[in-house]
Antibody, heavy 117, light 110 residues
Framework: EVQLVESGGGLVQPGGSLRLSCAASGFTLSSYWMLWVRQAPGKGLLWVSRINYDGSTTTYADSVKGRFTISRDNAENTLYLQMNSLRVEDTAVYYC??????????WGQGTLVTVSS | QSVLTQPPSVSAAPGQKVTISCSGSSSNIGNNYAFWYQQLPGTAPKLLIYENNKRPSGIPDRFSASKSGTSATLGITGLQTGDEADYYCGTWDSSLSAGVFGTGTKVTVL
């Protein structure tokens, strides 16, 4: 059974940093592109970032480019999202997902990031 | 800033049918696979439809989808109270080099 479990969310001040993790099981992580999607409170889904099989290719939404970094450790079956220079508008539930043609076939349960002073 | 447009809400009585449209462009829906997701209140999204019209195992055949040109459509027949949720379409946008989601549609069972 495919499982994705996010962790690392919490309360952080504007300008601060946070690293999210996503533990993958039930499939071979190195065989799939992976991605992050976020959802602000009461809002819709927003695609954040995508990474290829070995981490050599990454893409980002314009709203996070230069501040967020996606990475992966296939040996540890883990996906990461390093978030720097956080802004109030980055407050959201962050979901990791297994990529399917640029969208998602499996979702994690999400982890809440709150950026507030 | 969603590039895929959905109606904000649709509703129908139990047992009836609803359809949800997802309007895009040639850079997204027109040339890439469409996906559909169901998000029950307080939970993570779940895949309903992949590659335009395929259902994952465990998804009942009351859910169906199609794609024509730059639009996709999700249909739900035999509506049940448990179908009350937000529904999103999603795809890749080749011009943006980014994934995109629809604006979301709330389904209400009257």
């Amino acid at each position: 059974e495919v499982q994705l479990v996010e962790s690392g969310g919490g309360l952080v001040q504007p300008g601060g940093s946070l690293r999210l993790s996503c533990a993958a099981s039930g499939f071979t992580l190195s065989s799939y592109w992976m991605l992050w999607v976020r959802q602000a409170p009461g809002k819709g889904l927003l695609w954040v970032s995508r990474i290829n099989y070995d981490g050599s290719t990454t893409t980002y939404a314009d709203s996070v480019k230069g501040r967020f970094t996606i990475s992966r450790d296939n040996a540890e079956n883990t996906l990461y999202l390093q978030m720097n220079s956080l802004r109030v508008e980055d407050t959201a539930v962050y979901y990791c997902g297994r990529d399917s043609w640029g969208s998602v076939d499996y979702w994690g349960q999400g982890t809440l990031v709150t950026v507030s002073s | 800033q969603s590039v895929l447009t959905q109606p904000p809400s649709v509703s129908a009585a139990p047992g009836q049918k609803v359809t949800i449209s997802c309007s895009g462009s040639s850079s997204n829906i027109g040339n890439n696979y469409a996906f559909w997701y169901q998000q029950l209140p307080g939970t993570a999204p779940k895949l309903l439809i992949y590659e335009n019209n395929k259902r994952p195992s465990g998804i009942p055949d009351r859910f169906s989808a199609s794609k024509s040109g730059t639009s996709a459509t999700l249909g739900i027949t035999g509506l049940q109270t448990g179908d009350e949720a937000d529904y999103y379409c999603g795809t890749w946008d080749s011009s943006l080099s980014a994934g995109v989601f629809g604006t979301g549609t709330k389904v209400t069972v009257l």
